[in-house]
């Protein structure tokens, strides 16, 4: 690491700004923005410039860049589209030991711009020490997309209450409150624009905190979407890196998996087919009893957790243990998997209803309204029935299905496994034998199957 990054207090500071176009313009809004008082050396400078110098209480020197500009100053920029004026400014301000920036010349500064994340108080600096901007403001966009904007506002709540919290909690009970604060139902709050019922429950919880200091926990219940990480909600990847433990099942993919906090613990608890690592009862007392030692349990689910994810089940165990949760929605496995497949869920020649349909074998046997699933102009989409398709595929030619009517399974969908097979409820079965398709897979049935050749776009 050549550059050290560090943070320039410069409120009413006198800074020196050499040039007087766009660059240097630029370069002034964030200077202004840190409370300098702009001093412009140059012969000419636009209207925007003249008019952050006045706001900064600054000076305009209308003339060519000299040594004497440099007095009294302490921070520098040159700006200029004349190299040798831009090398004659660094020169001058490392004789006098001044941090120097020349734009675009990384060899001639002391210091480099990083690509600057905002929210409020909070400012992240992402410097590739002038050899890549453009990366580093890559690297800014995505931090961007990140953060919610409410994180500056927890910052502020955070900085005018910070003696308040100092002075009525010792270490480390006090770092455990603010961590506390900014993944809780503060920050919630703060994020639902109630900012002073944010304020009085941080204060209210304070008093609590200092009356009886026990580890207070928190479940995260998110949906991981159906397998490709960039599926992922914002909120589900923030709550992801804050997790101290995380409960995952077998239809959570690696690649989302990865993006959990890497120390953080790892509780695998899926299931398989005709086998369960842990059952379902036992999963729900584990989120108990791991919130209430303290941690933020990330429960991470494949899909949704309210679609055949029993996320209702576990909720309702943590309400009736007054434990704190979050529930996290996530892309389900019928979107995403018939999105990549290039199959639409409805259309309005295909299918004005969609219903989505678990067709897990319970003692060898599926019993499912059979009569009302065969019937035309909607799209039945099954969760969980490679085992049951040939008892599906027929159940529906029984109840009035056409058997040619067109029908798909979906293979690790999204995945760069994905694999589609297309064919009707006559031949699917056999398709699904001879392809040897394995679990996960879904199954599609309807008109809109027969769109797949002409709208797919995602293509293994």
């Known amino acids: 690491m050549r550059y050290l990054p560090l943070a320039f207090d410069l409120l009413d500071r006198p800074c020196l700004l050499v040039g007087g176009g766009g660059i240097a313009t630029r370069k002034a809004r964030l200077l202004h923005k840190a409370g300098a008082r702009l001093l412009v050396a140059a012969p000419e400078v636009g209207e925007e410039l003249l008019e952050l110098v006045r706001e900064s209480g600054g000076r305009w020197l209308s003339e060519r860049y000299e040594p004497r500009h440099l007095d009294g100053v302490d921070l520098v920029v040159a700006a200029t589209s004349d190299s040798s004026v831009n090398a004659a400014v660094s020169a001058d301000a490392r004789v006098r030991h001044l941090p120097v920036n020349v734009v675009d010349s990384p060899e001639l500064c002391t210091f480099t711009f ?17 050899g890549a901007p453009v990366l580093a403001r890559r690297i800014r966009a995505q931090l961007e997309a990140l953060l919610s904007p409410a994180v500056g506002v927890v910052a502020e709540l955070a900085a005018s209450t910070r003696e308040q919290v100092k002075a009525a909690l010792p270490e480390p009970v006090r770092r455990d409150f603010w961590r506390w604060v900014f993944s809780g139902p503060v920050a919630r ?38 397998g490709d990480s960039d599926l992922l909600t914002f909120r589900a990847l923030r709550l992801m890196q804050e997790a101290d433990v995380v409960l995952y099942d077998r239809l959570v993919s690696p690649a989302v998996l990865e993006l959990v906090r890497r120390d953080a613990e ?47 089940e576990e909720i309702d165990r943590l309400a009736d243990a007054g434990i704190p949760f979050q529930v ?15 199959i639409p869920l409805t259309h309005r020649d295909h299918a004005q209803s969609v219903r989505f349909i678990t067709g897990h074998l319970k003692d060898g046997i599926l019993a499912l309204p059979w009569g009302e699933l065969a019937t035309p102009g909607q799209t039945l989409v099954f969760y969980m029935g490679l085992t049951g398709i040939e008892t599906i595929c027929r159940e529906l030619i029984d109840h009035g299905l056409s058997k040619k009517t067109p029908a798909a399974l979906v293979e690790k969908g999204t995945t760069p496994d994905q694999r589609v097979v297309v064919g009707d409820l006559e031949t699917l079965p056999g ?29 293994r």
Do not use: M
């Not at 996290?328 to 290039?342: D, E, L, R």
């Open 328 to 342: 996290v929605p996530g892309i389900t496995a019928a979107s995403g998997c018939a999105s990549y497949a290039g």
């Open 189 to 226: 709050k703060v994020e639902a624009g109630q900012v002073q019922q944010a304020r009085a429950e941080l204060l209210h919880s304070l008093g609590e905190w200092q009356g009886s200091p026990e580890p207070r926990g928190e479940v995260y219940l998110v949906g991981g979407g159906p």
């Open 266 to 312: 790892r509780i695998y608890v899926g299931k398989q087919k005709q086998f369960h690592a842990v059952p379902q009862e036992d999963i729900n007392q584990r989120l108990v009893d791991l919130a209430r030692q303290g941690n933020k349990v990330l429960r991470l689910k494949g899909g949704d957790p309210f679609i055949f994810g029993r996320g209702g």
């Open 114 to 130: 990083p690509a600057i994340v905002e929210r409020g108080p909070l400012a992240i600096g992402i410097s590739s020490g002038g």
């Open 431 to 459: 398709l699904a034998e001879r392809e040897k398709i394995e679990a996960p897979a879904l199954s599609i049935i309807g008109g809109v199957v027969s769109l797949r050749d002409k709208l797919s776009w995602f293509r």
